[in-house]
């Protein structure tokens, strides 16, 4: 399945709507710095292509990558998903049933394959 890459509400109520994903998790990543291409979070870089090789497989998950602003955005103790989702630090994947979250994973307990397998199972 696919990583959908927005910001725009519409994609992300369709995780919460009538026909949500079989299997949605939404993905809180570091915006990407425009100096360098590249997320100015190590740990959301270091994160990256595992979290790819979960959600491109033909059978993967659905995820919804949601940028949580550059670095001085990020460290407002009043950032939207700071606030809103109660997102402490980043990359977080988030794992949504019924449109409520049942479970999350951060940053380098990601790269743990023991519980990135328990956390990916189908409840």
Request: net charge neutral.
């Amino acid at each position: 399945m696919p990583l959908l890459y927005t910001a725009y509400p519409r994609v992300l109520n369709s995780f919460y709507g009538p026909s949500p994903p079989k299997r949605p998790f939404l993905i809180y990543y570091a915006s990407i710095d425009p100096a360098t291409g590249q997320m100015w979070c190590p740990d959301c870089r270091a994160v990256e292509s595992t979290v790819k090789d979960l959600f491109e497989k033909e059978d993967g998950p659905t995820g919804l990558i949601i940028w949580v602003g550059q670095r001085a955005e990020w460290k407002d103790p009043n950032n939207q998903y700071r606030k809103e989702a109660g997102i402490t630090g980043v990359p977080t994947i988030v794992k949504l049933k019924d449109g409520k979250e049942v479970a999350r994973l951060v940053e380098y307990n990601i790269l743990d394959k023991d519980k990135l397998s328990a956390f990916m199972k189908d409840d």
